[in-house]
């Protein structure tokens, strides 16, 4: 059984960092592209940045160019995103999917499977 497990989040003050982890288990992680989507109360989820099956291309939203960084240790099954300059509209339940042979952009509706999600909240 496929399995995505998404940890690092938690409590950060605004100007922070965190780093988000999400470990595969049971399939071939280098044929599968990575994202990261968020989902805060009340919105939408949201496309915050992926990468390609080949981790040669990666994806950002708008709203986090620049602030976050998505890399992938194919050797850990791990896929990672490093959140810097974090800011209070961050605040959201961060889910990791996967997509097999997809592009950096993904869709969430064509992810083939997801994580359990990990909070992240920016506070003072």
């Known amino acids: 059984q496929v399995q995505l497990v998404e940890s690092g989040g938690g409590l950060v003050q605004p100007g922070g960092s965190l780093r988000l982890s999400c470990a595969a288990s049971?399939?071939?992680?280098?044929?599968?592209?990575l994202g990261w989507f968020r989902q805060a109360p009340g919105k939408e989820r949201e496309f915050v940045a992926g990468i390609s099956w080949r981790g040669t291309i990666t994806s950002y939203g708008d709203s986090v160019k620049g602030r976050f960084t998505i890399f992938r240790d194919n050797a850990k099954n791990t896929v990672y995103l490093q959140m810097n300059s974090l800011k209070p509209e961050d605040t959201a339940v961060y889910y990791c999917a996967a997509k097999s042979y997809g592009s950096s952009r993904l869709r969430a509706k064509e992810c083939d499977y997801w994580g359990q999600g990990t909070q992240v909240t920016v506070s003072a």
């Open positions: 049971e399939l071939t992680f280098s044929n599968y592209a």
